[in-house]
Nanobody, 124 residues
Framework: QVQLVESGGGLVQPGGSLRLSCAAS??????MGWFRQAPGKQREFVAG???????KYYGDSVKGRFTISGDNAKNTALQMSSLKPEDTAVYYC????????????????????WGRGTQVTVTS
């Protein structure tokens, strides 16, 4: 049974940092990613890592502030720095069996495993 478990969310002040982690069990994956969803908004791509070639991709709104990493095909982490109130959302870890590329890694459809999400709140 495939399971993704996120951890590390919480409350932080603007300009602060948080680190999210995701541990997968059940099988390995070709790509893992992070998405977020704020109230009343669509789920948004944050970052993704494709193990083949160790390619990393970022959403425009987090580029330069967030860093995705991973140590194998089952665990990934998202280091978030210079956090802004607009980063407030539920963050979801996702995994795909495929080796996703730039045009597909940012969409939700290729991912067949999702975590339950972890809340990140940025407020003063």
């Amino acid at each position: 049974q495939v399971q993704l478990v996120e951890s590390g969310g919480g409350l932080v002040q603007p300009g602060g940092s948080l680190r999210l982690s995701c541990a997968a069990s059940g099988r390995t994956f070709g790509t893992m990613g992070w998405f977020r969803q704020a109230p009343g908004k669509q789920r948004e791509f944050v970052a993704g890592i494709r193990w083949s070639g160790r390619m990393k991709y970022y959403g425009d709104s987090v580029k330069g502030r967030f860093t995705i990493s991973g140590d194998n095909a089952k665990n990934t982490a998202l280091q978030m720095s210079s956090l802004k109130p607009e980063d407030t959302a539920v963050y979801y870890c996702a995994a795909s069996p495929g080796n996703l590329i730039s045009s597909t890694i940012r969409t939700t459809e290729p991912y067949d495993a999702w975590g339950r999400g972890t809340q990140v709140t940025v407020t003063s």
